[in-house]
């Protein structure tokens, strides 16, 4: 307790001001040797490219999710837009390697259309992005659906390479996460546009007074986050190797879980999309030992949603200013018996 | 025109007029603060200092009159429009991202680029350092906003509008938060601004400060102009003299019969510190209406939070009828007869959209219950007594509470905390915004309350109230009492306590 509770509060160091991407690795660190230690194989060649070829299509759809929650919006369409790009590329690719660029530019364009709805929805007409995105996700999921109700179509050779190939010994999904965080690393810390999408999430009012164009910025984010999951969409076809028109419903929950185990504050403003890879490879480790384990996908399911619901109690700012206001009032007073009544009284909260 | 040093000034105000719903806020104003002038701007509540502000910054729009900067007319509509004019508003909330860097927040939104695109961030951190140090301040541009004290903040925010070229800035009760040693650090930093040939106009209540470091100061009453003159040519004295002049209307109760030279003390507070309290110590009597008189800063907002447990207190004590007083939270204060009835009624006491009724029934709700299960006829009946007693208008409890007027609201508010029967009611500026027909009606009530043996305890800004109404003043500064008066003493000499 007493270590929690010196995290997090607010330090100035570098290793303080980077705290919540000190914990996600170590907290990956950790799931690391349980799981090295625990299952057989789990170290093995084999198994580690099998991991990162799977955390490959969570890994695009959590960065787009990561710059829409930092300007305090969210979007729950990423996983319907996935399968609906996973589904539209399979299809018309269709195993044709001459295909694949004009696939990628229809997927990635799809996504940003979808997104660019979103982003109009959320600024021009102000629906709360919640109600926006749930609205895009049932029509997203409808015309994967309709496009095809089995899954259909194929993936081409090349796209395939990227989930399971290598690039001079290394196993090809690294270079694509190098890439993909590197690029959003730098377009969120070092660009105009990513200062004022933190900017947007600390303060909306503060942003629009400092002449920030917030509506562009925020109907940008939901075109980043659409372009990001319908590439996201395009590996998960990588991976499966035909286009599955559910296959994408399960990344909107684990791309809340990986933000939110990387330390990216769900009311925007904070955090570092390093903290979303950490994220990434925890949930990519976790996944694999669960299936080591055999633990079912139903099982895995409440899982994960207790995770969700874990993670947000405990970086709740609510939960850490109680227990900031507890040990104030404890501290004073801990010899008078109303210091201890009061401590008891909002303890448990 | 005023042309002091034989140049334009920076800014100036000529016959500026505004009214809001028929009432006039600001009555034919002229101002002006010269370049390289410090210029403080001082009158009661309801005086029209935040409209002047606010018309000179972009927010409000006059009905008449017009505003010249440096000598040319401008057409300033938008606060955009009156940054272009180089006229920068710091409002009493920073606009600061508290998790950004102190040089990303004096350049946010004018980042300078440099290639691709990118941030030139080396050049923001070394020009942020060179506009703080023309302003004298050590500060760290790499330092987080979040971790720097209030008063630093201010200077950031001031930097900010440097880096925006500003060249008149504008700031509503900069130093209101401030420890008077921070005061000079302000002023330090304005200091600097004012010699580089910027105008600063502000708001400000505590006339020591004004008369120790501004240049000239203007005095606003009822929305006229009621004095403008350097601060070496003036005195104290004068400037309070200016203030007064509102006449005493003849809407307040008579006094107290005594009672509360007598009574036993209801409520006490001895040495309580918590939020902007420091050691205070006063009590209040039963059959007592005691009024407290401050500035913003004095300590008195934060009085009422401390006492019902919405602020913790970090040292001192609380009894109620002698009896220390548990609070950890509203609720609890309310379990022990002490009741707080808010000065912002939409925002932090009535529910807009619930009826009537349910807003007076809804604290009692508990004590009357059965197994959870509300006694609607036993509601009915205290409410519709409550309705009546106070004569709430329109007398139909299933009226959504939005549509009441401010002073109905008011009543409600107050039927609400009589129905809980408390020892001690706690009011936070009862008659704010509210007409002048309805306040009579409160203050009536106010008075009833006391009567029956209840203590009353009235936070109020509005001096005349103070005067007109409580049986005892205590005048705050600085967290703690100043100064002990009895009620219907001069304005003048309240004023002289609090300023």
Redesign the interface.
């Known amino acids: 307790m007493g270590a929690g509770l010196s995290l997090a509060q607010r330090g100035t160091g570098a290793l303080a001001r980077h705290r919540d991407v000190v914990l996600v690795f170590s907290m990956f660190a950790l799931v690391v040797v349980v799981a090295s230690l625990s299952l057989s194989g789990f170290t093995s060649v084999y198994n580690v490219e099998g991991m990162l070829g799977a955390s490959l299509p969570l890994a695009l759809a959590a960065i787009g999710q990561t710059v829409v929650v930092l300007t305090g919006g969210i979007d729950l369409s990423i996983g319907s837009v996935m399968s609906l790009t996973a589904v539209v590329g399979a299809l018309y690719i269709d195993g044709e390697n001459s295909r694949l660029l004009t696939g990628i530019l229809i997927c990635v364009g799809l996504g940003a259309a979808i997104g660019l709805v979103n982003g109009l929805v959320v600024t021009f007409f102000r629906v709360n992005p919640v109600i926006a995105t749930l609205g895009t996700l049932s029509i997203g999921q409808g015309l994967a659906l309709t496009a095809t109700e089995v899954p259909g179509g194929s993936t081409s050779p090349t796209l395939r390479e990227v989930v399971y190939g290598h690039v001079a010994g290394v196993p090809a999904p690294v270079f694509v996460l190098v890439v993909a965080f590197a690029v959003a690393y730098v377009v969120l810390r070092r660009t105009r546009f990513g200062l004022h999408v933190y900017a947007l999430g600390g303060d909306e009012e503060g942003a629009r007074l400092s002449e920030i164009r917030t509506d562009l910025v925020k109907t940008s984010v939901y075109v980043i986050s659409g372009a990001c999951a319908g590439l996201g969409g395009l590996l998960l076809l990588a991976r499966l190797g035909v286009g599955d028109p559910v296959a994408g419903q399960f990344y909107l929950l684990l791309t809340v879980v990986a933000i939110g185990l990387g330390g990216i504050y769900l009311f925007g403003g904070r955090g570092s999309v390093i903290g979303t890879l950490g994220g990434v490879a925890i949930l990519a480790v976790l996944g694999n030992a669960l299936n080591a384990a055999d633990i079912g996908a139903y099982e895995q399911d409440m899982i994960y949603g207790l995770l969700v619901i874990g993670i947000l109690a405990i970086g709740s700012p609510i939960l850490r200013r109680r227990i900031r206001e507890w040990s104030a009032a404890v501290k004073p007073a801990d010899a008078g018996t109303a210091g201890a009544a009061r401590a008891g009284e909002s303890g448990p909260g | 025109m005023d042309r002091r040093n034989g140049q334009a000034p920076a800014i100036e105000a000529q016959g500026l007029s505004k009214a809001f719903g028929g009432v006039l806020a600001l009555s034919d104003v002229e101002m002006s603060v010269a370049p390289g002038e410090i210029h403080a701007l001082v009158g009661q509540n309801g005086a029209g200092k935040s409209t002047l502000l606010r018309i000179l910054a972009g927010v409000t729009r006059p009905d008449s009159g017009r505003v010249e900067v440096k000598g040319h007319e401008t057409r300033i509509r938008t ?2 429009d009156a ?1 272009r004019y180089g006229i920068r508003m710091i409002h009493q909330e920073l ?6 860097t102190v040089a ?1 927040n004096t350049f ?4 300078p ?1 440099g290639r691709l ?3 030139d ?1 080396r050049a923001m951190r070394r020009r942020t350092a060179a506009i703080l140090e023309r302003l004298g301040s050590q500060i760290d541009p790499m ?2 906003v ?2 720097l004290p209030i008063q630093d903040q201010q200077i950031v925010e001031i930097g900010k509008a440097l880096a925006a070229d500003a060249e008149i800035l504008i700031l509503d009760e900069p130093t209101a938060a401030l420890e008077p040693s921070h005061v000079r650090r302000l002023f330090e930093v304005l200091g600097r601004f004012r010699d580089g040939g910027g105008a600063a106009l502000y708001v400000s209540h505590r006339l020591d400060e004004i008369f120790e470091l501004a240049d000239r100061l203007t005095v606003l009453r009822d929305g006229r102009l009621a004095m403008s003159s350097p601060t070496s040519e003036s005195s104290r004295a004068a400037v309070i003299q200016a203030m007064i002049g509102r006449e005493l209307t003849q809407i307040f109760p008579e006094r107290g019969r005594g009672v509360h030279r007598t009574g036993a003390a209801r409520l006490e507070l001895e040495n309580v510190s918590g939020g902007s309290l420091r050691a205070a110590t006063m009590a209040v009597h039963r059959g007592e209406l005691l009024g407290i008189s401050g500035v913003e800063g004095s300590g008195m907002r934060d009085l009422p939070r401390v006492i019902i447990g919405d602020l ?1 207190i ?2 001192g004590q609380l009894r109620v009828d002698g009896r ?1 007083l ?1 609070v ?2 509203p609720r609890g204060a309310l379990r022990q007869g002490v009741v707080y009835v808010t000065s912002d009624r939409r925002r932090e006491g009535l529910f807009a959209i619930l009826n009537t009724s349910a807003n007076i029934a809804i604290s009692t709700l508990e004590a009357r219950a059965r197994w959870g299960f509300v006694d609607e006829p036993a509601e009915r009946e205290t409410v519709n007594d409550l309705i009546e007693r106070l004569r709430i208008s329109p007398p139909d409890p299933d009226r959504e509470a939005r549509l009441l007027s401010g002073g109905n609201q008011q009543k409600a508010l107050l039927a609400r905390n009589l129905a809980t029967e408390p020892t001690v009611f706690i009011f936070d500026e009862p008659t704010r915004g509210i007409d002048v027909g309805s306040r009579a009606e409160i203050y009536a009530m106010m008075r009833r309350i006391v009567d029956d043996g209840a203590a009353v305890i009235m936070i109020s800004s509005d001096q005349t109230e103070v005067l007109g109404l409580a049986d005892r003043i205590l005048a705050m500064r600085r967290g703690a009492v100043a100064t002990e008066l009895q009620g219907g003493v001069e304005e003048r000499e309240l004023l002289d306590a609090i300023l």
């Open positions: 606060p955009k940054r606009n600061l991202m508290p998790d950004m990303e946010l939104g004018g980042e680029r695109a990118m941030i961030r330092a987080l979040s971790d913790p970090t040292n220390p548990r950890g939270n």
